[in-house]
């Protein structure tokens, strides 16, 4: 089955333990991104991946890290988390970055983090 | 930068009505505008993506439209069921390698 897996769904943690959300998908896609969603915000992308070794910031990056070593793989790091990086967290990804923009995307399930 | 509004922000209709959801965003240099829906506890799924160059994409009960030059989508679903109650959001993606996505619309069918 195609599919985006986001690991932990849940995870309550302390402000400053360094954490890792993983995504990863089957799809052979070459496009991957982070988007978080907050009540009165909506969704806002925080890195997007367009290949292997390709990343780049999205609209709030800060407090994040990522990487990108293979092509199905996209974690999500958080160094020191706040409690401001509260939140409910979605991986994505779509087919192609590059020979054609109009490819939907495709959304794992959430990561609800919580940062005391 | 993008911004993206959708109306109404909430909608409660009785089973069996057609409805009409409203986005509208104001830079009309988009690559296309991708309808999702959203359940709790769950992901988005794509339900609808229009590039910039249709006027309208089908599937199903549901039919999006997309007025590029005035900025505005909507999607139309027909015949409305309890099982599509959940929260719709519309998203469009610019330059920006972005979807730059509205607040959503939340969708109660009752029975």
């Known amino acids: 089955e195609a599919q985006v897996t986001q690991n932990p769904r849940y995870l309550i943690t302390v402000t400053g333990k360094k954490l890792t959300v993983t995504c990863s998908q089957n799809?052979?896609?070459?496009?991957m991104s982070w988007y978080r969603q907050d009540p009165g915000l909506g969704l806002r992308q925080i890195y997007y991946?367009?290949?292997?070794?390709?990343?780049d910031k999205g609209d709030v990056p800060e407090g994040y890290k990522v990487s990108r070593k293979e092509k199905r793989n996209f974690p999500l790091i958080l160094e020191s988390p706040s409690p401001n990086q509260t939140s409910l967290y979605f991986c994505a990804s779509s087919l192609s970055s590059t020979r054609g923009r109009n490819q939907p995307q495709h959304f794992g399930d959430g990561t609800r983090l919580s940062i005391l | 930068k993008q911004e993206v509004t959708q109306i109404p922000a909430a909608l409660s209709v009785p089973e069996g009505e057609n409805l009409v959801l409203n986005c509208s965003f104001t830079?009309?240099?988009?690559?296309?505008l991708q309808w999702f829906r959203q359940d709790p506890g769950k992901g988005l799924t794509s339900l609808l993506l229009i590039q910039s160059s249709q006027r309208e994409q089908t599937s199903g009960r549901l039919n999006a439209s997309l007025d590029k030059s005035s900025g505005r989508s909507t999607l139309y679903i027909a015949a409305s069921q309890p099982g599509d109650s959940a929260t719709y959001l519309c998203?469009?993606?610019?330059?920006?390698?972005?979807?730059?996505f509205g607040k959503g619309t939340s969708l109660l069918v009752t029975p």
């Open positions: 830079d009309s240099a988009i690559y296309n």
């Open positions: 998203a469009v993606e610019d330059s920006g390698y972005a979807l730059n």
């Open positions: 799809m052979n896609h070459e496009y």
């Open positions: 991946s367009m290949n292997v070794e390709v990343t």
